[in-house]
């Protein structure tokens, strides 16, 4: 079954404590990307990758990292986490041609204490 | 001014009827545009994709494009009480990144 798979999917953690969220996709997408959600403020872009060992900044990168090693992992770092983190994340992945139609993860609930 | 805004709603029409969502962009070399539809506790799935002016027809959904006037809009016909959901609206820049906007809440009462 082709997916966008996370995990956990919910975590509860302390300021301060270095966590990651991994994301994995069989679809042999190129481009691939982390998002986060918020009440009133929509889905707004984390960073994002073209390929292998690419990565971009979107539109809120601060205060998170990435790596793209392996064309089906992107996962999102955390190194130190802050309250203001507390979000829903999706990551998700697309062909880049001839379309960015994008499938989406279940989500990982974070919350950070 | 956000780069893509939405009418937030909530968006309320009774079965049967046409919801009219729309969605305008700030970028104007924005290339593709996306429909997508989000149910409560779910991820995004997408409905529509639209890349070129004019109108776009998938089933009961039709995606329109003006680039012109930086317009996107999805007409959902005869609509259903399953497409209560959250629509986003997302726009790929010409830089590869993706800008969503908060979406619309639509409410198709039986």
């Known amino acids: 079954e082709a997916q966008v798979t996370q995990n956990p999917r919910y975590l509860i953690t302390v300021t301060g404590k270095k966590l990651t969220v991994t994301c994995s996709q069989n679809?042999?997408?190129?481009?691939m990307s982390w998002y986060r959600q918020d009440p009133g403020l929509g889905l707004r872009q984390i960073y994002y990758s073209m390929n292998v060992e690419v990565t971009d900044k979107g539109d809120v990168p601060e205060g998170y990292k990435v790596s793209r090693k392996e064309k089906r992992n992107f996962p999102l770092i955390l190194e130190s986490p802050s309250p203001n983190q507390t979000s829903l994340y999706f990551c998700?992945?697309?062909?880049?041609?001839?379309?960015?139609?994008?499938?989406f993860g279940p989500g990982t609930r974070l919350t950070v204490t | 001014q956000k780069e893509v805004e939405q009418n937030s709603g909530p968006l309320s029409v009774p079965e049967g009827a046409i919801a009219s969502l729309n969605c305008t962009y700030s970028d104007r070399v924005s290339q593709s545009f996306f429909w997508y539809r989000q149910y409560s506790g779910k991820s995004p799935e997408l409905i529509m994709s639209?890349?070129?002016?004019g109108d776009k027809e998938d089933g009961r959904f039709t995606a329109q494009l003006n680039k012109a006037s930086q317009y996107v809009s999805l007409l959902i016909r005869d609509s259903q009480p399953s497409d209560s959901a959250t629509y986003l609206c997302a726009v790929n820049k010409n830089n590869n990144d993706m800008r969503f906007g908060a979406g619309t809440r639509l409410t198709v009462k039986p």
């Open positions: 998700a992945s697309s062909l880049m041609t001839p379309t960015y139609e994008q499938y």
């Open positions: 639209i890349y070129s002016n």
């Open positions: 679809m042999n997408h190129e481009y």
